[in-house]
């Protein structure tokens, strides 16, 4: 097994206490260590040179390269959050600043939410970004919509923003690429 599960752990210390010497036991150890640096590697372990490979399991049961077990993968939670890509009438994009805790602290972000007026039209854009985070996978949806300029008051911590200008910006991985992406598309469609 997993030498990280508590089981197995306890079963390898009560392997290693009946197999230390009462006397001599550092040097005992250190000679331990030393075979596992040495002889009894994970990687390319070199069992015929092993002084006690007549005592091995993994040899005697031919798993030299499956013991000890490994560690099993960890299932990560999926969050989901849908992300707003707002433009106004010049092309520039609503960004707004993360709090300074939590996720993305501090980083310049597109807005989860925005007071859209009725006649706002949003419009959900295909495909589905995928972020890993060390405890968690992300799934980000997009959406689309165009607002006047003067609909959203520009604040410090939100602002319009020419493409350019953002990609200049301490920007997330994910919304790094999602502005890289619109520019390409500007560049190569420009608007009339």
């Known amino acids: 097994g997993w030498p990280g599960r508590q089981v197995v752990l306890k079963r ?6 009946r197999r230390t010497p009462p006397a001599c036991a550092a040097d ?7 075979l596992g640096a040495t002889i009894c590697s994970p990687r390319k372990p070199k069992c015929a040179d092993c002084p006690v490979a007549a005592d091995c399991v993994a040899k005697d049961t031919d798993r030299i390269g499956a013991l000890p077990g490994r560690k099993p993968p960890r299932r990560r939670p999926t969050r989901t959050c849908l992300l707003l890509l707002v433009e106004d ?19 310049w972000c597109l807005p989860e939410h925005v007071e859209l007026p009725q006649q706002a039209q949003t419009t959900t854009i295909e495909g589905v970004i995928e ?7 992300l799934l980000i949806s997009l959406a689309r919509t165009q607002l006047p300029a003067r609909a ?24 790094r690429k999602i502005i890289e992406q619109q520019k390409a598309l500007t560049t190569e469609c420009p608007t009339p």
Not at 100 to 107: E, F, K, V, Y
Not at 131 to 137: I, L, M, V
Request: aromatic fraction near 10%.
């Open 12 to 17: 390898l210390w009560l392997e290693a206490d």
């Open 152 to 175: 959203v008051k520009e604040s410090g911590d939100q602002a319009w923003m020419d493409q350019t200008t953002a990609l200049t910006l301490g920007l997330p991985q994910p919304i």
């Open 89 to 107: 009438e010049a092309g520039r994009l609503l960004l707004q600043r993360r709090p300074p805790a939590g996720i993305w602290g501090g980083l």
């Open 28 to 34: 005992y150890t250190q000679a331990i260590m030393d």
């Open 131 to 137: 972020h890993d985070f060390t405890h968690f996978r």
